[in-house]
């Protein structure tokens, strides 16, 4: 499904927490059999925060959140809504976004969680967007934060020496000006749920003594099947985004992929043309920090003064469902 926008939303603060706990290839190749060449080579994963015992999803929401408001030059009262995007909550029960309005003060304005794998970060863009444009809400902190560790099977080098752990935030608010979200393209796939996911703790196979011996709460993978349905899938995302913004593939300035593989993201920079300086990578630092890696990248750039007025920013993720969404979006 696609949409092009007349009015649009605008990002007007970002903000990002990682844990400083750093764990190398080197301290993984001392938990299992693997080493720095092959993580390397096969990921371009160098290092990956972990967050410590005492910190949860909402911890580094909040921490990121500060930092997005205060960029936003607002104070946690002024927002009216709070999504958060994430896949390794505090509790199913209540929500992330309800521990995070508590932490913030932000007073009782509703707060929610959505759960679309490493994709949620864009879906809630695309949620957002619609609460915005249709009136009934005007500021909306939307946060993608995981402690992805929590739920990572350390006894599957197949898998964690792919994750790590990150918070990251902005505000949105309506454009007054040509900036802002100016399409979007969102799908999902629910037959291939079962090439990534988490099979235990939820009611088909709910907690026990046995489903903890079997790992079954862990993320469980087939890391090639997820592999080429992400580098297909993310390559259509951003193409449809593109045309329902009546852009064409040379007028992207920045790729911002979802930071899962550089394998992926590389292919996924090729198959739309942008040449590598244009594609942002982070990967080696954090690892697939799941839905933070899309908004962590965009605070990087806007850090280092890469984003100006004008910079067109194609934004696009894939993950568990499967699903997969892009944004286009004017600076
Ligand atoms: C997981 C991934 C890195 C594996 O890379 P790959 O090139 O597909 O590797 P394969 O799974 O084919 O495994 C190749 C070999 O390396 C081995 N291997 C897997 N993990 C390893 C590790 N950490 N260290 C050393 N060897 C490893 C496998 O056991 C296999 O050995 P075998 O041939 O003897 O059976 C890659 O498939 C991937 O990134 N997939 C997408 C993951 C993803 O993005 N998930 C989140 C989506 S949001």
């Not at 990121?64 to 927002?79: H, P, Q, T, V, Y």
């Not at 802002?180 to 796939?189: E, I, K």
């Not at 942002?280 to 984003?307: D, Q, R």
Request: glycine share 10%.
């Amino acid at each position: 499904m696609k949409k092009k926008n007349k009015r649009r939303i605008k990002i007007t603060g970002t903000g990002f927490y990682v844990p400083d706990k750093v764990l190398t290839n080197l301290d993984l190749e001392k938990i299992v059999d693997t080493s720095d060449e092959w993580i390397t080579s096969r990921t371009g994963i160098k290092e990956r925060r972990i967050a410590s015992d005492d910190q949860a999803t909402s911890d580094l929401s909040i921490e990121a959140s500060r930092m997005a408001l205060e960029n936003a030059g607002l104070k946690a009262k002024d927002i009216d809504l709070i999504i958060v995007a994430t896949s390794s909550p505090d509790t199913i029960l209540p929500s992330t976004g309800c521990w995070v309005q508590k932490g913030l003060g932000a007073g009782n304005i509703p707060a929610f969680d959505i759960s679309a794998g490493c994709t949620g970060w864009i879906y809630g863009m695309i949620v957002a967007e619609g609460l915005i444009l249709n009136g009934a809400h005007k500021r909306i902190l939307l946060i993608g934060s995981e402690v992805l560790t929590r739920i990572t099977n350390w006894k599957d080098r197949n898998t964690c020496v792919l994750f790590g752990d990150a918070g990251s935030a902005v505000v949105l608010e309506e454009s007054d000006d040509e900036s802002g979200m100016l399409s979007s393209y969102w799908g999902a796939d629910g037959n291939l749920g079962n090439l990534l996911y988490m099979p235990g703790g939820g009611t088909r196979i709910p907690a026990s003594a046995e489903s903890v011996t079997q790992d079954l709460h862990c993320i469980h993978m087939k890391g090639n099947d997820v592999f080429k349905h992400a580098v297909k899938r993310m390559g259509e995302a951003s193409l449809e985004a593109l045309k329902s913004a009546g852009l064409e593939k040379e007028d992207i300035d920045y790729l911002i992929p979802h930071q899962a593989n550089s394998r992926i993201i590389d292919a996924t920079g090729r198959r739309l043309k942008v040449p590598s300086e244009k594609v942002f990578t982070n990967i080696h630092k954090y690892g697939n920090v799941s839905v933070a890696s899309i908004p962590l990248g965009l605070h990087e750039l806007w850090e280092e003064g890469k984003l100006k007025k004008g910079t067109i920013v194609v934004m696009v993720a894939f993950g568990a469902g499967f699903t997969w969404a892009a944004v286009a979006y004017r600076w």
